[in-house]
């Protein structure tokens, strides 16, 4: 089966400029998470989605950073104004888990793509 | 809140070394424990995952043991090959409330034949 889909895999941009990333997550996984990877340190979840609906984005910084999952399926994230401290590598990760199935197991692994490299300038 | 703790890197081992990378966590209730793995170049891998205490996870000769009374979930490997350099995130996952990965800061692997 198809992985994760990610474009691009690289951008560099200047400060307070705008970017877009793009993903589309294993076919059927109603999960979709996009996580920020800086460099030297552990991915780190920005925003969750359940379907077409946020599950959790606590941690994402929504007076640059906004992200939406259109139709349930594939998802965009965006930063606008870009600063300094947002390089870093942006996953993208699905998992099959849905509300309503039972038990975890198999349902809840993630699965990642390769990830958009973004260079802030 | 959640958090992992590895030890940090980079780990340098010959070929066939033994292999053991240090993870401990912090969490509430009865995690799920992983470990992931990436390749140079790639993204995550899902290296293997255990779901309860006294679960041993195993894949491709890596296996790593769910300790509840030490919470630890430490990464093991008996004899390592240059193919194995890569860097090994430890992650857990809590049964309640938010299902995201919380990760530990990463560990880096280089084996030299």
């Known amino acids: 089966e198809a992985g994760v889909a990610q474009s691009p895999r690289y951008k560099i941009i200047e400060k307070r400029q705008s970017v877009a990333f793009w993903c589309n997550p294993i076919s059927g996984h109603a999960t979709l998470y996009w996580y920020q990877q800086i460099l030297g340190q552990g991915p780190k979840l920005l925003i969750q989605f359940q379907n077409n609906g946020v599950v959790d984005d606590s941690q994402l910084p929504k007076d640059r950073f906004s992200a939406e999952r259109l139709k349930g399926v594939d998802s965009t994230l965006k930063i606008q104004p870009a600063k300094l401290e947002d390089s870093a590598v942006y996953l993208c990760?699905?998992?099959?888990?849905?509300?309503?199935?039972?038990?975890?197991?198999?349902?809840?692994?993630?699965?990642f793509g390769a990830g958009t490299r973004l260079s802030v300038l | 809140g959640d958090s992992v703790t590895q030890m940090e890197g980079p780990v340098t081992l010959s070929e066939e070394a033994f292999l053991t990378i240090n993870c401990t966590y912090t969490a509430t209730g009865y995690p799920s424990l992983f470990w992931y793995v990436q390749y140079p170049g790639e993204g995550l891998q899902l290296l293997l995952k255990?779901?309860?205490?006294?679960d041993k996870g195993s894949n491709k000769g890596f296996e790593a043991t769910y300790r509840k009374e030490t919470t630890s979930f430490h990464l093991e490997k008996g004899s390592v090959q240059v193919s194995d350099s890569a860097v090994y995130f430890c992650a857990l996952k809590g049964n309640t409330g938010r299902r995201a990965l919380t990760f530990g800061s990463g560990t880096r692997l280089q084996v030299q034949p």
């Open positions: 990760a699905s998992s099959l888990f849905a509300p309503g199935l039972a038990g975890g197991g198999a349902k809840n692994i993630q699965y």
């Open positions: 255990a779901t309860k205490a006294d």
